[in-house]
């Protein structure tokens, strides 16, 4: 597998405390099954995307993009950018 099949553990991770604002690049890598084929139908693997809000759950947490403020992806699934 090349490198864009690695395990989220190679990539950056979105920061549970990436406030509203703040922008994420999404890499599609990690998540539950289904996570990145529902997130590729809105997103495009390497654009970077600006932060709505971030909701953390019990089990799970979630990013809300200003871009597309109806829809929630998991966070494994972005990498925070400075």
């Avoid at 395990?7 to 994420?24: H, I, K, M, P």
């Avoid at 084929?37 to 200003?66: K, M």
């Amino acid at each position: 597998m090349g490198p864009e099949h690695t395990r989220n553990v190679e990539r950056g991770c979105l920061s549970l405390d990436t406030r509203q604002g703040d922008y994420a690049r999404y890499h599609g890598n990690g998540g539950w099954p289904g996570d990145a084929e529902d997130a590729d139908q809105f997103l495009t693997r390497g654009q970077i995307y600006q932060v709505s809000r971030v909701i953390v759950e019990n089990w799970s947490s979630e990013v809300v993009l200003r871009e597309f403020p109806g829809e929630r992806f998991n966070t494994v699934l972005f990498e925070n950018v400075e």
